[in-house]
């Protein structure tokens, strides 16, 4: 099926959009992948809306990519008498491991690395950074704090620590029993929450094996000292900008997405930025001005994907939100200035090796050559597409695979349009009249054009790009 935009978009799936016709709906309106979110539901309703999306799939005869976001250790205080408390400005508050209902003068706060790894002078943030607790005593089971930033805490809240690095694994029993189902359901992609180090990522791949990609969330602090790391480690990366907002000062926020950005563009890693991209409409059926140009600074530094959380889970107008996300994405790559922009901050000097110097030398012939098409990679594993994608070239990107999971898992890739082929190659000529067929097919090609071809050779062996070959159509 033709590429609609080149900028893809990630919806996330939930109470507002579980059902086979709402999907439908979201995949109609534009939505390219979908995110199912460990941190809610239950496994059996997993089932059914990937299921769903898999019959939809072949029904509309084009891959979707399916995306399992893992909760990750996220940090919550115990409950509370009543409805909470009103936590007042100056006033001791202490958090311990008394699994005892809370009061306005403590709360259980059930995770035993915090108290390990609090120092005195350390700052707490809760519910979602609204409330704000300057640490004056730990103890081994304990912390006394003093209420900086007053609020309603109620049972449940979630609990931040923007300065202190945990001792705790990024991934939990919960993710692990997640993660084994998840992979069984044959999920495309798997992210990885509230990473903290690049270790972190090496204990997700090592479960996770071959049978899916990994997305590495950043949202705290320590991630960014990792940042080069990381990225290199994951197969790509979410700005999470939700926890990170909160973690980090929000004003550093839009400096750190253009960062990160910029470093996955680097090492043509995907990138997808994330949450609160058009918040409001979760109950408005348009969005504000900021957040339309929020979306669109996105797709203008050249992000692969922007992804919709609780406007299409849990929002009123779901399917309004999607269309509206395609509108915009569609309005700027129509832009005479994006591929100007969009490549403002392109890495010329990071060719490092035979296959960056393949799909650099690529883009420098479709600048040169006239009446270019598209260029078509032959991939196993994405890694040719990952790098042609790498260029933000102002060309459609076809990729030509065997492989029914990477044709699904590079439909998150910026600017590719994903094909099976499953023919074992024993010329070149037959890797023309494939990549011919297929241009024709995407409708992109037309005779006296040319096609321009990234591959590894020999065909199908992973992990390699060396091979740059032009075809005339005739």
Known sequence: MPLRTKTKILATIGPSSASKEQIEKLIDAGADAFRVNFSHGTHEEHKDRINFIRKLEKQKGRYISILADLQGPKLRVGNFKGEGVLLKE??????????SLGDENRVCLPHKEIFEALKAGEDLLLNDGNIKLHVEEVGQDYAITTVVVPGFLSSHKGVNLPNTSLPISAITEKDKEDLKFALKLGVDWVALSFVQKADDV?????????????????????????????????????????????????????????KIVSVCRKHARPVIVATQMLESMINNPTPTRAEVSDVATAVYDGADAVMLSAETAAGKYPIEAVQMMNNIIKQVENDDLFYRLVNRSKVTDCCSGEADSITYAASEVANVLKDVAGIVTFTSSGFTTFLAAKERPNLPILAVTPDEKVARQMVLVWGVTSYINKEGFKSFDKVEQVAIRVAKEAKIVKSGEHLIITAGFPLNEKGRTNMLHTIYVP
């Open 90 to 99: 100056g006033q001791k508050f202490r958090l311990d491991l008394d699994p």
């Open 202 to 258: 090496r204990e997700a791949k090592a479960l996770i094996g071959n049978k899916a990609l990994l997305v590495s969330k950043l949202e705290k602090p320590s991630a960014i000292d990792e940042l080069e790391e990381i990225v290199k480690l994951s197969d790509a990366i979410m700005v999470a900008r939700g926890d990170l907002g909160v973690e980090c000062p929000v004003y550093t926020v839009p400096v750190l997405q253009k």
